[in-house]
């Protein structure tokens, strides 16, 4: 906000820029423009540092289809738990901490940031994956 206060012809363009992103901008240019926002401090879809430090997992040996397989399995694995993260007695909120035991009031937020930044670099659909997640969290009842 200061910096936006001081330097308005200089933070201006950079959020004009990450108003100009849509799903069918190239990954490339996506993740430029989000890490020069993030660097001027703007909040961005997606974490580019995250990506980047996602991004060389894929080149360790698997082939990128099974790695994007692992990506959609790891959103059905903490579907499938959240029930159990529920019900966990650490699951209760402590009016010290102002939040839970276990952290579990993150969770949303960790879940949106990590599959945002797994399916760039895979360069699916974000928003598509996480409708899905909400199908399969649905479907387990």
Known sequence: QVFSHHCP??????????????????????????????????????DPALVNVLAPSKTDGSS??????????????????????ASDPASVYNTELDGYNNNIHCLAKAIIHVSAALFTVHNKNIETHLKEFLLVRAAWG
């Open 9 to 46: 012809f200089l933070m201006g363009p950079i959020e004009r820029l990450t108003d100009v992103v849509t799903p069918d901008t190239d990954i490339q240019v996506t993740l430029s423009i989000f890490e020069l926002a993030s660097a001027a401090g703007i909040p961005c879809e997606v």
């Open 64 to 85: 990128p289809e099974e790695d994007y397989k692992v990506a959609c399995l790891l959103l059905v694995f903490v579907a499938v738990s959240l029930p159990l993260l």
